[in-house]
């Protein structure tokens, strides 16, 4: 499994009034180690987001916290100006200590200073999806309320900053708060193979119509390793990342995928796992991965 396919052939969803491939391209692996300042090689950085786009990506996440700036001046210097198809996904609420630490930017001058970056940075007029990352807990989920940050985002989209309005790092009842004050585009959320804890939340999504595209599809920092995955990857003569992604896929028609990587190796070899068909077998092997702890 290492032939080049278009990120198309995973089929397409609906998202921020555009048909988007299910297979897109998350550009955090593009800044320095640890997310933090520039990369090593930014002619390899920027021949990555060529090649995705040129391979049919037209989904790309990002941030103006990652690097800081330096995702999104690579996207910028690498495809502005932007083809008509391309979604640029970013999100606000978070922004970098000077020792790389990942803190709250949640005051209404922090996200409108936020959304100004975005726009200056990937030399935008418009932002076309911003997440709001919730940042009660880094690391994962938290209740707390949204609704006055909300109302920021709000008013940026009445005045034409913004397009969409998405969620990051949210539970299900901050969702279905966040609903009753503007509509919700997207839930971006941690899952993969390993880490199932949004199964419900995603199903509702699904009867929604609304896509959730999930982070660290790959396992993020420490990529997913397991027995079972190695063995069905080693059956089905694809890679273990490949088959981690073609379960996604599989899983619901809402998930849209966002695989982050600095190689361009490994972006094709990602895109190619839309041919990959798992099997039966393949599937019941690759269900009983999940951690229950997290799952519960
Ligand atoms: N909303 C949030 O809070 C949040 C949090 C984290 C991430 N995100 C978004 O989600 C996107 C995806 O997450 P992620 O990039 O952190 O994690 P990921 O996609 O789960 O995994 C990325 C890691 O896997 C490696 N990798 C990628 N393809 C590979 C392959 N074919 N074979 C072997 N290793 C491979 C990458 O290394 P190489 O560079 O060497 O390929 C990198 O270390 C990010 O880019 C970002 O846009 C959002």
């Known amino acids: 499994m290492t032939t080049i396919a278009k990120a198309a052939q995973a089929g397409t969803y609906s998202f921020g009034g555009r048909s988007v491939a299910r297979l897109g391209y998350g550009a955090m692996q593009l800044a320095g180690p640890g997310v933090f300042g520039p990369p090593r090689d930014p002619d390899a950085a920027r021949a990555v987001l060529r090649e995705a786009v040129a391979l049919g990506v037209n989904h790309i996440d990002t941030s103006d916290f990652y690097g800081p700036h330096v995702t999104n001046q690579l996207i910028r210097e690498a495809l502005h100006p932007y083809r008509d198809d391309l979604l640029i996904v970013t999100k606000i609420g978070a922004r970098r200590g000077a020792d790389a630490s990942w803190l709250p930017a949640f005051s209404k001058t922090e996200l409108e200073q936020a959304v100004h970056d975005n726009l200056r940075n990937l030399g935008l007029d418009v932002l076309d999806v911003v997440n709001l990352r919730a940042m009660f807990d880094v690391h994962g989920p938290a209740e707390g309320s949204l609704e006055e940050a909300l109302t920021t985002l709000a008013g940026l989209r009445q005045r034409g900053l913004i397009r969409h309005i998405g969620l990051s790092n ?20 941690q899952y993969n193979l390993a880490h199932r804890g949004d199964d419900a939340l995603i199903d509702s999504l699904a009867e929604q119509g609304i896509p959730y ?75 009983g991965i999940a951690d229950p702890i997290r799952a519960a």
């Open 170 to 189: 949210v539970t299900p009842r901050q969702v279905a708060d966040a609903q009753r004050i503007v509509p919700i585009a997207c839930v971006q959320n």
């Open 213 to 287: 595209v999930p982070f660290f599809p790959l396992g993020g920092f420490t990529p997913l390793q397991s027995d079972a995955l190695s063995t069905v990857a080693a059956q089905l003569e694809a890679t273990p990342m490949q088959v981690a992604l073609a379960w996604l896929l599989q899983r619901a028609p809402n998930l849209l995928l966002i695989p982050g990587t600095s190689s361009v190796t490994h972006l094709r070899e990602n895109l190619a796992a839309a041919d990959l068909a798992l099997p039966a077998d393949a599937l019941a092997a690759l269900d």
